[in-house]
């Protein structure tokens, strides 16, 4: 599975901006994470092959993850972006029914797209 992220870009403080990622093939469960400096790797969003998403606490409410199964696509979108959103953006992908924020359930990772707030 090949992941090609894009939209990351610099951002004031309560702006917004749209990842997006193609895959080829598609797989059922898809996912955002972040990491930023010196941290971790963090899952943000996931959505299941039925399209009902997972959010981590962090960003629900501010960010919806979509996905256009007609294009392989996933999409995130950031809005009201605050400063702590800063980070390196990846998507994942996995097989099976069931989604998940967990980094090590997924199996194919994008290159990731940088989101940068100020």
């Known amino acids: 599975v090949q992941l090609v992220e894009s939209g990351g870009g610099s951002v004031q403080a309560g702006g917004s901006l749209r990842l997006s990622c193609a895959a080829s093939p598609f797989p059922t469960c898809m996912g955002w994470f972040r990491q930023a400096a010196g941290k971790g790797r963090e899952g943000v969003a996931s959505i299941n092959g039925d399209g009902v998403p997972l959010y981590a606490d962090s960003v629900k409410g501010r960010f919806t993850i979509s996905r256009d199964n007609a294009k392989n696509s996933v999409y995130l979108q950031m809005n009201s972006l605050k400063l702590e959103d800063t980070a390196m953006y990846y998507c994942?992908?996995?097989?099976?029914?069931?989604?998940?924020?967990?980094?090590?359930?997924?199996?194919?990772w994008g290159q990731g797209t940088q989101v940068t707030v100020s």
């Open positions: 994942a992908a996995k097989y099976g029914s069931s989604w998940s924020l967990e980094a090590g359930q997924y199996n194919y």
